[in-house]
């Protein structure tokens, strides 16, 4: 089965400095890959989603930007973070075949930027 | 592109009542529907999918969903709530690659 690790788990950011979470999955390969941001009462949003390396769909406009440089690693990034880049960030994936499109997830991301 | 919408964002019960939470999505394609639920302190897991046939699936731990493609929607239901399904239920849709989720339901059940 599919496993997704997520670091870091908790990170605390000044507004104007860099960011970057990595997920990395194991136990499949070829996955369609997912970046979400959750927050209280809005639910997942989608932020970007790849079907391949180098492959990356952006669904929502920002200050995030996220790079597949390999196969089961996914990276989100931000050049400058912003206070309202504050969040629950979600990394899953989803594999074809039997169960194809049923996502796993990892745990998650909290990043708070002061 | 296609949105999901819960309409019910806090439920409160009793144990042994009746649930039904509500989902309907935007898109008029050919989707695949999912509820999710997350446990507190825990991963979001999958509860049960529709793809295709019997518009009425069943998941784990007593929760059925139906399909009605005239109404766009996708509703949870449980004959009998327990104090263990407290949490939060996402419904989800996909599309080509494109999942959305809804908002959420905090379910809150009182013992």
């Known amino acids: 089965s599919q496993t997704i690790h997520q670091w870091p788990a908790t990170l605390v950011q000044p507004v104007g400095s860099p960011l970057s979470l990595e997920c990395t999955v194991e136990?499949?390969?070829?996955?369609?890959l997912y970046w979400y941001r959750q927050a209280a009462g809005r639910g997942l949003q989608l932020l970007f989603y790849?079907?391949?390396?180098?492959?990356i769909s952006s669904e929502v406009p920002q200050n995030l930007s996220a790079s597949r440089p390999q196969d089961r690693q996914f990276i989100l990034s931000s050049k400058k973070l912003l206070l309202s880049d504050s969040g629950f960030y979600l990394c899953?994936?989803?594999?074809?075949?039997?169960?194809?499109?049923?996502?796993?997830f990892g745990a998650g991301s909290r990043l708070t930027v002061l | 592109a296609q949105s999901v919408s819960q309409h019910n964002h806090h439920v409160i019960l009793s144990e042994a009542a009746s649930l039904e939470l509500g989902c309907n999505y935007s898109?008029?394609?050919?989707?695949?529907l999912f509820w999710y639920v997350q446990y507190p302190g825990q991963h979001l897991q999958l509860l049960l999918k529709?793809?295709?046939?019997?518009?009425l699936v069943k998941g784990i731990k007593g929760f059925e969903a139906e399909f009605i493609k005239s109404k766009f929607s996708f509703n949870l239901r449980k004959p009998s709530v327990q104090w263990s399904d407290t949490a939060e239920y996402f419904c989800?849709?996909?599309?080509?690659?494109?999942?959305?989720f809804g908002a959420g339901t905090r379910l809150t059940v009182k013992p």
């Open positions: 899953a994936c989803s594999s074809l075949g039997f169960g194809a499109n049923v996502l796993t």
């Open positions: 136990g499949t390969s070829n996955p369609n």
């Open positions: 790849s079907v391949g390396i180098g492959q």
């Open positions: 898109y008029g394609g050919t989707v695949n």
């Open positions: 529709y793809f295709s046939g019997d518009p």
């Open positions: 989800a849709v996909i599309n080509n690659n494109d999942m959305r």
